[in-house]
């Protein structure tokens, strides 16, 4: 089954990404690492999307959506998990149209629902290591040394876009854009909401009752 998995900024989908990665052989898709995969490969829509990246523009939606289409066409069936993409609707009817040249479906549309205070909190208290990417928290989930990453050494930080002022903005920019999105693939009856704001385990095992 391939999935899109949307979620807030601090909704857990990248740690429900990685477990259904890491437990039953799906294939994370993020179009921030198409990106930077194609610009340090040039290909032919990396070099197209370095263009405008280089002048502080957005990337226009066509090139993202290639991207997208060229990793799908590459999997060779193999199940695959949208992540956080289609941002607007212009993005959704766009995929649509890409995967219906490619044979290809999206099943379900899964939106981890986790309350705006909850999220505030959880952003506020996240760490990441510098080098690796490790995500700690400072209350639930903190490094064994201050400030020192302990799968790799690594300096643990906090990310800019998690420092409070920027917090409120950008959830409230999420929520705004993806509310169509949201009545977009629930007209199409491929839209299935979760209570993210619950144990890990008990997000994962309603997600995997939501693929039946």
């Known amino acids: 089954m391939n999935i899109i998995l ?9 740690t429900q990404s990685a477990l259904l990665v890491g437990r039953k052989g799906y294939h994370q898709v993020s179009t921030g690492d198409l990106f930077r995969a194609a610009i340090q490969n040039q290909t032919e829509l990396g070099l197209k999307a370095k ?23 590459s999997l060779g069936g193999k199940p695959f998990i949208l992540d956080g ?25 899964f939106s981890l629902e986790v309350p705006f205070e909850i999220l505030k909190e959880r952003l506020v208290g996240r760490r990441v290591c510098s ?8 209350l639930s989930s903190p490094p064994k040394k201050e400030g020192v990453c302990d799968r790799c050494g690594g300096k643990v930080i906090q990310r800019k876009d998690d420092q409070e002022d920027v917090i409120e903005n950008r959830l409230t920019t999420y929520m705004n854009s993806t509310s169509p999105l949201k009545a977009y693939y629930k007209a199409k009856g491929r839209l299935v909401e979760i209570d993210g704001n619950r144990d890990a385990e008990k997000v994962l095992h309603e997600l995997e009752k939501g693929m039946v």
């Open 6 to 14: 949307f979620g807030a900024p601090g909704a857990g989908k990248g």
């Open 51 to 73: 263009s405008f990246v280089d002048r502080g523009s957005l990337v226009p939606d066509e090139l993202v959506v290639g991207m997208v289409e060229e990793e799908l066409q």
């Open 85 to 109: 993409f289609p941002r607007n609707i212009p993005q959704a009817e766009a995929l649509e149209s890409a995967l219906r040249r490619t044979g290809i479906k999206v099943d379900k549309v």
């Open 131 to 138: 080098n690796c990417g490790q995500v700690y928290h400072v």
